[in-house]
């Protein structure tokens, strides 16, 4: 056994091409999109797709905004061959939309492929072979020489057949495979060999398509590899350069992201990343980075829960509840300090009434796919006063004071350690209702009063129910709050100071109910008592607001 094993894995190559220029380069618009779902992804399922599912993911991709859309690998399966037939001979295919289909650069395959897309009013075919020197030697066991013979005879073969069906407008994608671990002389020579054969002019387009076929290095280089090909490149006119990214190393995006800046114009990957291995360059994932950078992706998720309900389906894989902008956990905010900023924000946000997106924690909004602001924020153990706060806020329009926040998430916490588990907007509700009196049945309800001025002081009287008695009160004060106060002091012999006093309306109309919040405190104790009441009546609800607090102050 070798004592660092990990040296049986030699360093992977690196480009030495200091004039590159794209580090300080930024992406100012959206690349030529190509979903590679129905035939990279679909190569690598358990089981492929049928054709049901197929054009379930087609039609998905096309209101999506996708324009080119790599739909089989025609001499692969029977499956994926009449699968090109249909979407051809029952009119699947918008105007705008181009299919691609693949294949090696192997004759019989070529011309089984071109005759899947007879009666195409357009369509890109797609030949590969593997081009790195650990292919040449032990796959094809051909030598540079050869390979480019074998490149080039498929080209001549696809131009030739595409003559024969002058009535499709043809494109031909060749793809050096194995791109990213091919000395860049000979990508350079053999894309060049297949180039010239071709003869790219705007009616006869090339697409010169780059894979990271196995991701083994940091995307910093690949990023000089695609750079390093096009400015080498003789002639670009009518090829356009694409890339083709997989993740190995779980640097799919980051590699495609500087291969645009190095100056790819096409990226060809699959919705949430699937694809063999680790997956396929997800385009979702970059569509969304641009969008959240003020690039318009020119590809819609605006209900990204209904893209992730058909991948999965399709795909018959789950999309991870983690994964970038689409994961269902992905908008959600479990901890304290997190859910503290991004209310905080939200409150700025809605002061400023500002268009622009700056909510700590948020780096895209929501809404912007289809995702609401409810689930933004939930609460368990790891969440702090905000968390509940928000919740009543978002959904029942309250608005607490502070140190009415920091006590209700004390009891909020206590049942959270207690069950080790979330807790729902709706136990968050009924908790903070049975512990501050909003309910029905509370201990002491006020079921009628009076007042009238005398002098500079009000006078109250009120009738109230206290368990199963009636008791009537008498009491007066500065306003009607500190009335009942006295009359409550009197009545149940105890000593009570108002720290605190806030209402607002909870809704827009003269008759939405009102809520009001108390803090009182015995002047011979630490602790303070909350009660909270909603009412129709303002003063109403304050009184018996006053009342909740009382009954808690009695209770303890
Ligand atoms: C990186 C990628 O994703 S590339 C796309 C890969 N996708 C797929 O392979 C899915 C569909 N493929 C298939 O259904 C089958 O592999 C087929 C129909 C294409 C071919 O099947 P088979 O004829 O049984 O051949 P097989 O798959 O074993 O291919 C290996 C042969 O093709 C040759 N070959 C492999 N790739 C290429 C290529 N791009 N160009 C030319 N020849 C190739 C190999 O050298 C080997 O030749 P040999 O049999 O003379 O040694
Ligand atoms: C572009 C093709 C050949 C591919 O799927 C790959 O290299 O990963």
Redesign the pocket.
Known sequence: MLDNPARKYPAAHIIDYPQRTWPVKRLQAPPRWCSTDLR?GNQALANPMDAQRKLTFFKHLIACGFKEIEVAFPAASEVDFAFVRLLIEENHIPEDVTIQVMTPARPDLIERTIVSLNGASKAIVHV?NATAPIFREMVFQKDKAELIALATAAAKQVRQLCEQSPQTDWTLQY?P??FCFTEADFALEICEAVAQVWGPEPKRPLIL?L?T?VEVNTPNVFADQVEHLMRSFSDLKSITISV?P?NDRGTGVATAEMAMLAGAQRVEGCLFGNGERTGNVDLVTLAMNLYTQGVHPQLQFANIRQTVEIVEQCNQLPVHPRHPYGGSLVFTAFSGSHQDAIKKGFAHRARLGSEAWHIPYLPLDPQDVGCSYEEVIRVNSQSGKSGAAWLLQENHGLRLPRALQVDFSQHVQQQTEQTGKEISQAQVWQLFRSLYGVLENRPLSLLHYTSEPRGAEQHVTATLRYGEETLSLQGQGCGLLSALSDGVQKAFDCVLNIMDYQEHTLGPQSSSNAISYIQIASPSSAITHFGVAIETDASKAALQALLNAVADLIRE
């Open positions: 990279d590969y793809s495979e194995t398509n894979p076929t083709h997989h």
